[in-house]
């Protein structure tokens, strides 16, 4: 169960990870050794996953951001499994959604350029037996891409 402080906390490190424990501690009114002591028990249960860098794509010239409504043949398990293993084995799937609705999957996919995401969608898609269509829409602005979640 996450407390208050908890809760506050993780308010704080979604936004900057690598702020000092003594400023979270002060902005949480709890001591630095308190933190620390929360932080590793919030990693340990899994509540905070990853500490990474998110870096900007068009730095690193990854300039096609694609949604991907993908639609399986079927939706019987072996079929979803196989289809979620082949996804998220894949780097350049940045996200990968198990949907309802008529739509099996969304993905967003992040390649240098259009070469490159074709290779990609016919590996995935057009060449997986698994797939009976897919639909692509490429994004022309990232309007907002955030990793932060709203933590009541």
Same mark, same amino acid.
């Given at each position: ?6 809760? =506050?906390?993780?308010?704080? @490190?979604?936004?900057?990870? *690598? ?8 902005? +949480? ?11 590793? =028990?919030?990693?340990?249960? !899994? +509540? ?6 998110? +870096? /900007?794509?068009? &730095? ?16 019987? &398990? =072996?079929?979803?499994?196989?289809? *979620?293993?082949?996804?998220? &084995? ?5 996200? $990968?959604? #198990?949907?309802? !609705? !008529? ?13 490159? #995401? /074709? ?9 997986? /037996? $698994? @797939? ?8 022309? /602005?990232?309007? *907002?891409?955030?990793?932060?979640? @709203?933590?009541?």
């Amino acid at each position: 169960m996450l407390d208050a402080f908890d809760l =506050a906390i993780l308010r704080i @490190v979604q936004r900057d990870n *690598k702020l000092p424990q003594r400023t979270i501690a002060e902005a +949480v009114n709890l001591s630095t050794a308190a933190v620390q002591r929360r932080i590793a =028990a919030m990693e340990a249960a !899994g +509540v905070i996953t990853r500490n990474v860098a998110i +870096v /900007d794509p068009d &730095a690193v010239r990854l300039a096609i951001t694609a949604i991907v409504e993908v639609h399986l043949r079927d939706e019987r &398990a =072996a079929t979803v499994d196989e289809a *979620k293993a082949l996804f998220r &084995a894949e780097p350049e799937v940045q996200q $990968c959604y #198990y949907t309802t !609705g !008529g739509t099996s999957f969304v993905l967003i996919i992040v390649t240098p350029d259009m070469r490159a #995401y /074709d290779a990609l969608t016919r590996r995935l898609f057009s060449e997986n /037996d $698994c @797939v009976e269509r897919f639909r692509t829409l490429v994004a022309l /602005d990232r309007v *907002k891409a955030d990793t932060a979640i @709203v933590i009541p």
